[in-house]
């Protein structure tokens, strides 16, 4: 032996301080992080809180808006089609109907003894509105059988309406109402030929 002391294993202070450092900090590491997720969790809530009052106000403004654009476009019905010499009877709001375990639903019929125009309104119209009123206009008569012997037409309203939308509804035979100015007013030309359903 030089007299240097031998360490024997497991009687080392030095790592065993160590450990038990590490152990404490494991510890304290462990609590860090639980609190971290009850903070999370916490926020989580909440965020899920505000969200949900956030789509209701949503759903509920946007149902104002879709009232508020229904009840601007409904007046003008009569004068519109009568302008097309399609003289009105009546305007029925928001009408639905069932056949066969489905539903479906039309923001406004425009009514007289031999047409009926079935019309989807929207604040603001784009294509894929097109898409599923003419979806809804091809089953028309299965939803509406009493309707049977009228000529249905379809037409699309919006406060704004996508330039693309406007056209393809025109080229898929359906009217399109919109504004001008001051007032609602069908935008199809004179040479535009409704697609009859």
Do not use: C
């Not at 009926?116 to 898409?131: A, F, H, I, M, T």
């Not at 379809?154 to 693309?164: C, H, K, R, T």
Request: proline content about 4%; cysteine-free.
């Amino acid at each position: 032996m030089t007299g240097e002391t031998e360490q024997q294993p497991g009687n080392r202070p030095d790592l065993d301080e160590r450990l038990e450092k590490l152990i404490e900090f494991d510890e304290r590491l462990a609590a860090r992080i639980e609190e971290m997720r009850e903070h999370i969790d916490l926020h989580i809530a909440e965020n899920k809180a505000r969200s949900a009052e956030l789509d209701r106000r949503y759903g509920s403004l946007s149902e104002r808006i879709s009232q508020f654009t229904i009840g601007m476009v409904a007046p003008a019905m009569k004068r519109l089609f009568a302008e097309r010499n399609i003289p009105v009877h009546s305007v029925h709001r928001e009408v639905e109907a069932r056949a066969d375990g489905k539903s479906t639903e039309f923001d406004l019929l425009v009514v007289n003894a031999d047409y009926v125009v079935g019309v989807e309104v929207k604040s603001r119209l784009k294509v894929s509105d097109v898409n599923e009123h003419l979806a809804r206009m091809a089953d028309f008569k299965l939803y509406f059988p009493e309707y049977g012997p009228r000529i249905v037409y379809g037409a699309v309203a919006g406060m704004v309406i996508d330039e693309d939308a406007g056209k393809y509804a025109y080229r898929r035979g359906l009217y399109v109402v919109g504004q001008s100015g001051d007032t609602v007013t069908v935008l199809n030309d004179d040479s535009f030929r409704p697609q009859a359903w």
